[in-house]
């Protein structure tokens, strides 16, 4: 009645906890209300009249810090050498919490080592979307790392998630030698293999024609690489395999890397060429205590957004809500030009 007060009806779903009990999390009841009211709330809902919770909803109230007020590296502004991780950045859900606590604890040990932070960018990991948008733009309620948030999502994909980050992570000693070198194995074979498939090329024959009709697609009429036919949507890896095997069995993981890797070459290139567009702008650093008031052409407003988040460069001053194409322009002209008088860029 609070949360959906104007709404007819409200979707549950009874989720089972596990194969062997008959305890069920009910998914849409989301409450802190007194015990006996949850009970009277749950036996209403048709199907659930003799229900039993055995554990009752609760829930917690915490302080949160303005997330605008961190560094990308997860350490304060306002205070050097303290990190801050988790619920505390005004997220919710224990992945973002687990996600910004790795972050904060390696990049609490590069600063002592008196070494760079680790920041992953929004093209390279869900964590790098989750912290710019936190960072950036700010939460005016608990944040959840939805998909939707990320613009480069063919490209943060949970298969190659190890090409992303392991070169970081094993140089960081977060990756072990084993798991490093199964890496590059499958580094080794992806490129091996889509080397051959652009190579390598299948002729006509009886056999071939047969089977993609069979997959209810055109005959060759010529022969063709292997990597254009795999690019036809009715054609998978395991029709070539049939008849142009890879001199060596490659497994089910780096097959499925194969054929996404062909199948969406084109758009992956375009994600790709996107993201080193943007990389332009985050290249363009804004000097430390530059002063945005001074600057002719920038709104009150947009001063005022500047110098709340203080961007470290012009991307993340571009993803600042409100922070309009116009501005961007202006703020680009500005730090050239103070680059310039400084003598660095």
Not at 109 to 126: S, T, W
Not at 202 to 221: C, F, Q, R, W, Y
Not at 333 to 341: F, G, H, N, P
Request: aromatic share 8%; proline share 5%.
């Amino acid at each position: 009645m609070v949360r959906f007060a104007d709404k007819e009806r409200h979707q549950i779903f009874l989720e089972p906890e596990g194969l062997e009990t008959t305890e069920y999390y009910a998914n849409g009841i989301s409450t802190s209300l007194p015990y006996d009211v949850q009970v009277g709330l749950v036996r209403s809902i048709e199907g659930l009249e003799n229900a039993e919770i055995m554990r009752p909803a609760y829930a917690i109230e915490y302080d949160f810090v303005f997330p605008s007020q961190l560094k990308h590296s997860l350490e304060t502004k306002g205070v050097e050498g303290l990190f801050l991780g988790g619920q505390i950045n005004g997220t919710s859900g224990y992945e973002e919490a687990a996600a910004q606590g790795l972050m904060a604890g390696v990049n609490a040990a590069m600063k002592l080592k008196g070494c760079p932070p680790l920041l992953l960018k929004r093209d390279e990991a869900y964590i790098g979307v989750l912290i710019d948008d936190l960072v950036t733009k700010g939460t005016s309620e608990p944040y959840r790392m939805f998909t939707s948030r990320a613009e480069y999502r063919l490209l943060l994909r949970h298969d190659n998630a190890d090409f992303r980050l392991s070169e970081k992570g094993y140089a960081l000693g977060l990756v072990s030698g084993e798991a490093y070198e199964r890496y590059s194995g499958k580094k080794r074979a992806l490129a091996a293999e889509i080397g051959r498939l652009r190579g390598e090329r299948i002729k006509p024959s009886l056999a071939v024609n047969e089977g993609l009709s069979a997959l209810g697609t055109s005959a060759l009429a010529g022969d063709v690489t292997l990597e254009k036919l795999l690019k036809r949507p009715e054609v998978h890896y395991s029709f070539l395999k049939r008849y142009a095997a890879p001199p060596s069995e490659l497994g089910p993981e780096v097959e499925s890397l194969v054929e996404i890797h062909v199948k969406y070459e084109g758009y992956i290139r375009k994600q790709v060429e996107m993201a080193e567009r943007a990389d332009a702008f985050e290249s363009k650093r804004i000097p430390s205590g530059l002063d945005f008031k001074a600057i002719p052409g920038l709104s009150r407003e947009v001063v005022e957004k500047l110098a709340r988040v203080q961007p470290e460069n012009i991307g993340q001053a571009s993803r600042i809500p409100g922070i309009t194409p116009a501005a961007v322009a202006v703020l680009l002209v500005a730090v050239e030009r103070q680059w310039r008088r400084s003598g660095n860029s």
